[in-house]
């Protein structure tokens, strides 16, 4: 028997904060990003609870998308783009037989095939399908750029937008839920005109640059029909995970009370040592260590790849990478003035 889901309640977009008359310590802060506001609207607050200007992100969500938003604060946002590079892990519900301008829930329905209302075996065999080195094509609305412009932007104007296909992994990509045959509008204000539809829940773990509304659209054609991306929840980068993640209200709680007695505990922020620590291989340098601080290049170091560079007290001093026989430091986080 077919069902219809209720329509979902919208949240409250304001989440005010207070500004804090301490300025936070150098380090990442770890937010759940709720729904209803930008990435650029949680910084604008990440700046007022920290009382700094400098406060920089890591990983946009969409502004319907709610989970992990890494922020780094003074020092720490030179380590953002390093980090962006970590694997991400997300929650979402999908829906097959529906496909959208934008591959989510927030454009325009463009096509309506329907679905034939899929057996469970048959969306996991499609699914398993993707996991891997695999090729992707973005959602046309995304912060590509094309000749110097966003293609979002591009979508905006009307115009055409054709992305090139990009190498991805996908480590896990697993159903989670029951498969629901239900009845959707064929259009948001066409209620009594309905098409079958196909959801479920899902989990992935994938690599940086990956568009899981894309994995939503690219599944529905795997199964012959189209398909969108309802919801989205990011629940880790890297060993950034959801238990170690700050909603903006209790946030804005901790600064009040730090507000009121300068003595009470400030802002929950991770400092870079242990951010290097979680996000990096460590490898001890011993007296490389001052080589790096004056921006030296040591001996090469193993694993390859970036590494955290760490003196023989542990103190992290330099992000490096391999160059031959020697590594340099990509990034001196204790640099000798």
């Known amino acids: 028997m077919k069902t219809t889901r209720p329509p979902k309640e919208p949240r409250p977009v304001n989440y005010p904060v207070p500004r804090a008359q301490t300025t936070a310590p150098d380090g990442l802060l770890v937010i759940d990003k709720p729904t ?74 463009t096509d309506n095939p329907g679905s034939p209302g899929y057996t469970e075996a048959e969306i996991d065999q499609a699914m398993a399908t993707f996991l891997g080195d695999i090729e992707q094509v973005p959602t046309s609305v ?29 480590a896990h990509y697993a159903r989670t839920s029951p498969v629901l045959n239900l009845e959707a509008p064929f259009q948001p204000d066409s209620p009594e005109s309905l098409v079958p539809v196909t959801e479920f829940d899902i989990e992935v773990t994938c690599s940086s640059g990956t568009y899981v509304r894309a994995l939503a659209r690219d599944l529905g054609q795997k199964l012959g029909t189209a398909g969108h991306l309802r919801t989205l929840r990011r629940t880790a980068i890297g060993d950034f995970n959801l238990e170690k993640a700050w909603t903006l209200p209790r946030l804005a709680e901790i600064i009040e009370a730090q507000n009121q007695d300068p003595a009470a505990p400030g802002l929950p922020v991770i400092p870079i040592d242990d951010a290097c620590k979680a996000c990096f291989p ?56």
């Open 282 to 337: 460590v490898v001890e340098v011993g007296r490389g260590a001052q080589a790096l601080r004056y921006g030296q290049f040591i001996p090469a170091v193993e694993p390859a790849g970036i590494c955290a560079a760490a003196d023989e007290d542990g103190h992290i001093v330099a992000l490096i990478e391999n160059r031959g026989k020697q590594a340099r430091p990509v990034l001196v986080l204790d640099p000798i003035n």
């Open 142 to 170: 995304s912060a590509l750029k094309i000749d110097g412009q966003r293609a979002y932007d591009l979508v905006r104007e009307g115009k055409e937008v054709k992305l090139a296909a990009r190498p991805i992994h996908i």
């Open 36 to 109: 209803g506001i930008t990435s650029h609207d949680v910084v604008s607050r990440a700046r007022r609870l920290a009382n700094t200007k400098k406060v920089g992100h890591g990983g946009t969500l969409d502004p319907d998308a709610t989970g992990i938003l890494v922020v780094g604060i003074g020092r720490a946002t030179k380590l953002m783009q390093y980090i962006l590079g970590s694997e991400k892990s997300y929650i979402s519900t999908f829906r097959l037989g529906q496909g959208s301008s934008t591959d989510d829930a927030a454009g325009e329905l």
